[in-house]
């Protein structure tokens, strides 16, 4: 692919490395150039003023964000934002909790035990394969801000899977349906009232 940027004006590298670059919380340029040059297709449509989803989903393209994420690991919030667009058209996420500091997946798992009275090995897997890792979440202060980046990238799905899966029945389990409810989750709103009924 390195012959076929040459064909195009400099700017149109340029910016295709600023694009990818801008994913990167501290980008060595060169190094992204290079990558950009074997791997990306030199398509002008770097120059244009399109959205992440207009990159994403373009044949020309192809799909070139997998192999970005594997060469380079972005742990940024721009990089959440790409990946929730990304999940949005493809249904996949893109990055993994193999790349993020185990710390982090310690706390989100922790969060999910405060919701049963006994804790559950079962729960750690749970979170590992159900909770979607993010930049955001190594930036919560507290386990009403972790609820909070959960639901604004994944919505109310995760915490009604593990509803079925573990039937929460602790005071913070009520406190986060609280939480949820205030955030518009209708569906547990739902089961909260069935339960008081």
């Not at 990306?40 to 990159?55: C, H, I, T």
């Not at 798992?109 to 079962?122: A, C, G, N, R, S």
């Not at 993010?134 to 972790?146: F, G, I, T």
């Amino acid at each position: 692919m390195k012959n076929l940027w040459n064909e195009y004006d400099p700017d149109v590298l340029a910016s295709a490395v600023d694009y990818f670059a801008s994913f990167l919380e501290e980008p060595n340029k060169e190094v992204v150039k290079k990558w950009v040059e074997e791997n990306v297709p030199a398509n002008e449509m770097f120059l244009e003023d399109m959205e992440d989803g207009d990159f994403i989903d373009n044949e020309e393209l192809g799909d070139p964000f997998p192999e970005f994420y594997e060469a380079f690991a972005p742990r940024s919030e721009r990089w959440d934002e790409f990946c929730q667009i990304y999940e949005e058209i493809f249904g996949a996420w893109l990055q993994e909790w193999e790349n993020f500091d185990h710390s982090i997946l310690k706390e989100v798992i922790e969060l999910f035990q405060l919701f049963v009275k006994v804790p559950d090995e079962e729960i750690n897997e749970w979170v590992y394969d159900n909770i979607n890792p993010s930049y955001e979440l190594q930036c919560a202060e507290d386990y009403e801000s972790q609820i909070d980046i959960i639901y604004s990238m994944m919505g109310e799905d995760p915490f009604l899977d593990f509803y079925e899966a573990f039937a929460p029945d602790t005071s913070q389990w009520a406190r986060c349906c609280g939480l949820l409810i205030d955030l518009d989750a209708g569906e547990i709103e739902e089961i909260c009232s069935d339960e008081e009924e």
